[in-house]
């Protein structure tokens, strides 16, 4: 059975930083890319940031320079460094892997974690 356990969420001041650490088990780690998204109260759930096993990695614009994604291979984790905290960052934070398809669509990832929450106060 596969399981997404997402942690590092939490309450930080506008400027500030938080980590997310998502730690995957029941999965071929190596053969799935991993993003993470997030969704904030009465909004879709939104590509932020993905990384291949390769380390190939991608950014939504609106946190490109600010976040960094990364990921321990033999620790079956990844990781999302988040900097320069902004009050519009504030949302639940989900991990996912993906097999196939486009990095960038929620529909082509094939396990979720269940998110963390993040929130900004300015």
């Known amino acids: 059975q596969v399981h997404l356990v997402e942690s590092g969420g939490g309450l930080v001041q506008a400027g500030g930083s938080l980590r997310l650490s998502c730690a995957a088990s029941?999965?071929?780690?190596?053969?799935?890319?991993m993003g993470w998204f997030r969704q904030a109260p009465g909004k879709e759930r939104e590509f932020v940031a993905a990384i291949r096993w390769s380390g190939d990695n991608y950014y939504a614009d609106s946190v490109k320079g600010r976040f960094t994604i990364s990921r321990d291979n033999a620790k079956n984790t990844v990781y999302l460094q988040m900097n320069s905290l902004k009050p519009e960052d504030t949302a639940v934070y989900y991990c996912?892997?993906?097999?196939?398809?486009?990095?960038?669509?929620?529909?082509?990832?094939?396990?979720w974690g269940q998110g963390t929450q993040v929130t900004v106060s300015s």
């Open positions: 029941g999965l071929t780690f190596g053969s799935y890319a």
């Open positions: 996912g892997a993906r097999s196939g398809g486009s990095v960038y669509h929620t529909d082509a990832y094939d396990y």
